[in-house]
């Protein structure tokens, strides 16, 4: 036999067993840890950006709205961009805190599940 070929027949039972237990889990709607981790962090990635873009497309479009009423061209622009910036770090920042909470709290509830009683 080559390094390239299986073992037996008994690897590929296990694959198939393994492919069946994975196929009976998505069909019932279940995910494994590793699968949700992987759509909660995604999540999380939408959202920081979302908020970011967001906070600053809105402080642009201020600072423009103001500039053109009050014709100071292009400083209230500026202005109200790195006002959006700031407050989309700020939020980008109050997220994080969020999570570093809830990920201290699922840690504590495992520990908490794990000692003997």
Do not use: C, H
């Amino acid at each position: 036999m080559s390094d390239n070929e299986p073992d037996g027949d008994g690897s590929l039972e296990r694959l198939g067993r393994r492919l069946d237990a994975v196929r009976s889990r998505r069909k019932r709607g279940e995910r494994t840890p590793e699968e949700a981790a992987n759509r909660e962090g995604m999540a999380v990635g939408l959202r920081i950006a979302v908020e970011l873009s967001a906070a600053i497309v809105v402080g642009t479009a201020i600072g423009y709205g103001l500039d053109r009423w009050l014709g100071t061209r292009p400083w209230l622009m500026l202005v109200f961009i790195l006002i959006g910036a700031t407050a989309g770090f700020l939020q980008v920042y109050r997220t994080a805190q969020e999570l570093d909470r809830r990920q201290k709290e699922r840690r504590a509830e495992a520990a908490k599940q794990q000692r003997p009683r």
